[in-house]
């Protein structure tokens, strides 16, 4: 009797048992079923997140390229790099993407340029040194394009919509003429013309993609302007469409400077201490432009000024990149002149037959007054 208890109470612990292994299988089932469901639902949802966010840079980079120069181009070249369209949050990122890709799209000139050097052991001198104005111009053409990228990336902040839509066009204007230019290096014999055409379709690629960038801030200028006249709604209206772009006058001002500022600027002009003064006739400090300029600190964080006497200067003025900060100030527009001798047919190139050539940042800090 004692025996069959026993049995049956060993029988009862082993269906509990096994009941309470089952539970716990259904309940670790569960769990598991619970969390394969969440983590399913979870990534479908970031997977159509990260599909609505493509979808809404792709629409803003097409709505941004439509207003481009050459809209497939501006397309293709952005959508062409998936690391850039997640970029896009608003047109501004389309203009950021533009200018970054037109950025390596000159470093890769620049590889070329070099390459082609190699590649011609038995250039002219002619030759070599329009290779050289290359580099040099790639060169001050990625400053020009990283200093876009950077006042971009303040705007519309820091200062007014006129000065910043202006600092941006001549920034990008500038890396822009320096493709042209070195493309004219190559246009007077044979062999550089042969040259000219190893070069031709990336000088062509960066110029398009810089007047796409162009394109896009004067239209993004252009939205902003407008909706701040609507904002304002009334001081601000006749203003801002002639802050969309500008003229030169015949005074050499911008055509919406008013008047008492125009002043004030030529008195300024005429108050201005000069840090050196050049003299034809041995009166001042250096006798040729070209001696006060490499005088000049490099990388001047303050205006150098450079007065210039009345005479004729008959010299190639050179203003490096590393000279920051210069300004230069005459006598008269008919008295103080530099004139070079410096052309094509002599053997030099377009780029350095110039009368002044002036890098990309003394051009941005220059005034250059002719007096009153």
């Known amino acids: 009797m004692a025996t069959h208890q026993n049995s049956d109470s060993t029988t009862s612990q082993f269906d509990s048992s096994r009941k309470r292994r089952k539970l716990l299988l259904l309940l670790l089932t569960s769990f598991l079923l619970l969390a394969a469901v969440i983590t399913t639902a979870s990534t479908l949802f970031a997977r159509h997140a990260v599909a609505s966010r493509e979808h809404a840079s792709h629409d803003i980079l097409r709505s941004s390229c439509r207003s481009a120069r050459y809209p497939d181009l501006c ?11 997640q970029t896009i949050s608003k047109p501004k990122d389309v203009i950021h993407a533009s200018i970054n890709l037109t950025i390596t799209a000159i470093q890769r000139s620049f590889l070329h340029v070099e390459r082609l050097s190699a590649s011609y052991p038995n250039l002219t001198t002619r030759e070599r040194t329009a290779l050289h104005d290359c580099l040099e111009m790639f060169d001050e053409s990625l400053d020009e394009l990283r200093l876009t990228d950077a006042d971009l990336r303040a705007y519309p902040t820091g200062k007014p919509l006129s000065r910043h839509v202006l600092d941006l066009e001549i920034l990008v204007s500038a890396a822009m003429t320096n493709q042209e230019s070195c493309s004219d290096g ?24 810089c007047r796409n960038a162009l394109a896009m801030i004067k239209n993004m200028v ?32 911008p055509d919406w400077m008013e008047k008492k500022d125009r002043r004030r600027l030529l008195q300024a002009a005429g108050e201005v201490k000069a840090n050196v003064v050049v003299a034809a006739d041995g009166s001042g400090d250096y006798k040729t432009v070209g001696e006060a ?50 052309n094509v047919m002599d053997g030099s190139t377009t ?16 005034c250059t007054s002719t007096g009153r």
Do not use: C, Q
């Open 293 to 342: 300029v490499a005088a000049a600190p490099a990388k001047s964080t303050t205006r150098w000024v450079i007065r210039i006497k009345t005479g004729t200067y008959e010299e190639n003025v050179e203003v490096p990149k590393k000279k920051t900060n210069l300004m230069f100030i005459g006598e008269g527009r008919t008295t103080t002149i530099i004139t070079g001798s410096r």
């Open 186 to 209: 190559f246009s007077y014999e044979d062999v550089e013309s042969h040259l000219r055409g190893e070069m031709l379709s990336e000088l062509t690629h960066v110029t398009r993609m």
């Open 351 to 366: 780029f350095h037959s110039a009368t002044l050539a002036l890098a990309p940042e003394v051009i941005g800090n220059l």
């Open 75 to 85: 397309y293709s070249a952005v959508a062409a790099t998936p690391a850039l369209v």
């Open 222 to 253: 252009d939205s902003d302007i407008a909706a701040v006249e609507v904002a304002a709604d009334g001081e601000f209206r006749s203003r801002g469409r002639r802050m969309s772009g500008f003229d030169i006058d015949e005074e050499g001002f």
